[in-house]
């Protein structure tokens, strides 16, 4: 199950999400679903169509099922999926 603790480690095809800031100004306040995830892009369904946005140089604001809100930096998801759903993060001790 999804949740804040695990949401770096965890599919987000499906999820509702917003693109918080950019440090390109014209992908600022894109909304809508993630249909589609690369190494470096998130492809989100808005009203209008499909828009790529690039993770590195991004804030986005990403909706859980059970309605929790969070802010996630676009250079921590920036990996493959597949690679970034089975890594290992060590606890800070």
């Given amino acids: 199950m999804i949740n804040p603790g695990n949401v770096c480690r965890h599919e987000l095809t499906g999820l509702a999400v917003k693109v918080e800031s950019s440090t390109?100004?014209?992908?600022?306040?894109?909304?809508?679903?993630?249909?589609?995830?690369?190494?470096?892009?998130?492809?989100?369904?808005?009203?209008?169509?499909?828009?790529?946005?690039q993770k590195i140089g991004?804030?986005?604001?990403?909706?859980?099922?059970d309605d929790t809100r969070l802010r996630v930096d676009g250079s921590v998801l920036a990996s493959q999926p597949e690679k970034r759903i089975s890594m290992r993060i060590k606890n800070p001790r």
């Fill in 24 to 53: 390109n100004s014209f992908q600022n306040d894109i909304s809508g679903r993630i249909v589609d995830e690369t190494k470096n892009m998130l492809v989100i369904h808005t009203g209008t169509g499909l828009r790529k946005v």
């Fill in 58 to 65: 991004a804030v986005f604001q990403i909706h859980l099922p």
